[in-house]
């Protein structure tokens, strides 16, 4: 009898409603019942919470009630433009499909602290978010709409598809078990161990098991830092599959309003925040300022380049605070803060972000540059944030990107006279282009740009011909694809003629005249010439006099590339040393990441 009892015993969670108690569910196991319990907690819905144990003769025993400081908040889906298109179940465990639930249920994932990869291999979650209705069928619909057109059926339709392959994916999750082994692998060889493990499994499971690794690995890690730390302690430079699933992993843990919080920690205003949002973004965060642990140490990770997912999650948070109603500051002294977070957003070609961006300065510009509560005109403000950009090539890569914007859109006639007056004041293609960037990517790019802010054609078409008529010896240098091989020289054995050096970036000259005197160029706030490029590192490259001689180190994880006096190119590895002689240049940046190369100039001359 006492067997059958403890068979029969279960769980009642029970929340409160318009002072009268009602059950959300019925469970036969405890923890089910107190995770659910917890999780509706989170929502902060109703003023009590608690789990009730009922015994097989009918005796009552609450054993967890708890209340909640809300009582009113309603999670609800996010707007969505787009969405990965999933045929089988196996691909919503693809990074794609994971970000696209993420931005679809943000609040839902912040309000339980966690992201799509613990949650997808858990029956009982999956089952519970089944039976939230307001976000459910309303996130469904809303997929079903996005992806109907992409497959030409009916939304109904694709809702029915959506459907089927989510009672796919509650069957594989209570199978989850099986994918154990994994995590272990994981636990113990990290990313490699985990692909060595997997290596035999067919090619379509492999996001399965790998999120299946890391969303256990997760798991335990309550807080937002505490993940990207778990996920980051798994990070090995120089392994490019393991830098993309790090990089994958951190973008689905970063890419939200309240891991950013979190993240950030105290910050006296917004300003503020975003300044270190920026200086993440660019890998220099101030280790001497009260920025927390888990920030500090994504900010090294994305500094080293490779982070690309992770670099777009973060534009996306500055975007959003950007364009938000907050003021940036406490004391109402907006444009001076909002000036500095424009200078710290300034790349070769406009603004990171490209066209969102774009339109989240502008329209944050009116208001923070706004005289007695009036904000400042639509094109007063354009003027003044182009006012801020030093290069043509700036100036038409903002005025492009706020054209292609809805917001641009509404003034495109004012954006297009001023693209015409921008291009009539070009003298050379070098003022367009990235150094090392061939003329002819030039011009596609820009075609492509013009059209994609609706540049008349016959305007656009005029404005490429004009960078073709410009002469040849002020067109864009090329770089050779054949280098020629060169090998390290030992510093020591290098001709010792007394040599001097002048090296030039951006109108800044630095001579060497001295024995033993340097320059090191880098990220890094202390480097003689600072870039502001996410592949530099922190000390990339230093040009020394040493021993009589001028020479170059390369002190950088990801190589330096040198023009040399002859034209050809030689890509220095960490480590190597060479003389210089001469005129030539170092270029630094990667076009993979969508940088505009830094090109830095030298001169040699020997004797005094």
């Known amino acids: 009898m006492a067997m059958s009892n403890r068979r029969n015993v279960r769980f009642e969670v029970v929340v409160e409603q318009g002072g009268k108690p009602n059950i959300d569910g019925v469970f036969d196991d405890e923890k089910a019942a107190t995770e659910r ?179 256990s690995m997760l798991e335990p890690h309550r807080e937002w830092g505490a993940k990207v730390q778990a996920v980051l302690r798994l990070h090995q430079e120089g392994d490019a599959e393991n830098t993309r699933l790090v990089d994958e992993f951190l973008a689905e843990i970063v890419d939200g309003r309240e891991p950013i919080r979190a993240l950030i920690g105290y910050s006296p205003d917004l300003a503020s925040a975003l300044l270190s949002l920026q200086a993440t973004l660019r890998g220099d965060l101030d280790d001497r300022l009260p920025n927390t642990d888990a920030l500090l140490a994504l900010s090294n990770a994305v500094g080293g380049g490779g982070f690309r997912n992770v670099q777009a999650a973060l534009l996306n948070r500055l975007c959003g605070g950007i364009d938000g109603l907050t003021p940036l500051t406490r004391t109402g002294s907006d444009a001076k803060a909002f000036q500095s977070i424009v200078d710290g957003m300034i790349v070769f070609d406009g603004f990171m972000g490209g066209p969102t961006m774009a339109e989240a300065l502008t329209k944050r510009g009116k208001v923070a540059w706004g005289l007695g509560g009036v904000d400042l005109p639509f094109e007063d403000t354009v003027l003044r944030l182009s006012s801020r950009l030093g290069s043509a090539a700036a100036r038409l890569g903002f005025l492009l990107d706020l054209a292609t914007s809805d917001f641009g859109r509404r003034k495109v006639s004012f954006l297009i006279q001023r693209v015409a007056e921008e291009f009539n004041q070009v003298k050379s293609a070098a003022e367009l282009a990235a150094p090392g960037v061939l003329l002819s990517e030039v011009r596609d790019g820009l075609g492509r740009r013009l059209r994609a802010a609706g540049i008349p054609r016959a305007l656009a078409d005029g404005l490429i011909a004009k960078i073709a008529m410009i002469p040849d010896e002020q067109r864009v240098l090329t770089i050779p694809t054949a280098p020629r091989q060169l090998e390290t020289i ?63 180190e390369d002190l950088s994880r990801n190589g330096t590339r040198l023009m040399l006096p002859n034209g050809e190119t030689r890509l220095l590895k960490q480590g190597e040393i060479i003389p210089l002689s001469g005129r030539g240049e170092i270029i630094i940046g990667s076009l993979d990441l969508g940088e505009h190369p830094a090109r830095i100039g030298w001169e040699v001359k020997t004797g005094r």
Request: aromatic letters at 6%; one cysteine or more; charged letters at 25%.
């Open 37 to 215: 319990a917890g999780y509706l907690l989170r929502l902060a819905k109703f003023p009590v919470v608690r789990v009730v144990k009922v015994n097989g003769v009918g005796k009552e025993e609450t054993i967890f009630q708890k209340s909640s400081a809300g009582g009113s908040k309603l999670t609800t889906i996010s707007t969505i433009n787009d969405a990965n298109l999933c045929t089988d179940v196996l691909q919503i465990f693809s990074f794609e499909s994971r970000m696209t639930l993420l931005r679809l249920l943000r609040g839902y994932w912040d309000d339980q602290g966690v992201i799509p990869a613990e949650q997808l291999h858990r029956y009982f979650p999956l089952r519970y978010f089944e039976r939230e209705a307001l976000l459910f069928n309303p996130s469904i619909t809303r997929l079903s709409t996005l992806q109907a057109p992409m497959l030409g059926i009916k939304p109904t339709e694709r809702y029915d598809q959506i459907m089927r392959m989510f009672t796919a994916l509650k069957e594989l999750a209570q199978q989850s078990d099986s994918l154990k082994p994994y995590d272990q692998a994981l636990a113990r060889g990290g990313i490699s161990g985990l692909l060595a493990a997997s290596i035999d499994r067919p090619v379509e499971e492999r996001d399965r098991i790998i999120s299946h690794a890391f969303g």
């Open 490 to 552: 030992d510093a020591r054995s290098l001709p010792r003629a007394a040599g001097r050096i002048t090296v030039t970036h951006q109108g800044k000259t630095i001579a060497l005249p001295d024995q033993g005197a340097e320059v090191v160029i880098g990220r890094a706030a202390e480097c003689g010439i600072i870039l502001d490029h996410a592949s530099a590192s922190r000390r990339h490259v230093a040009i020394r006099v040493q021993d009589g001689a001028c020479v170059v």
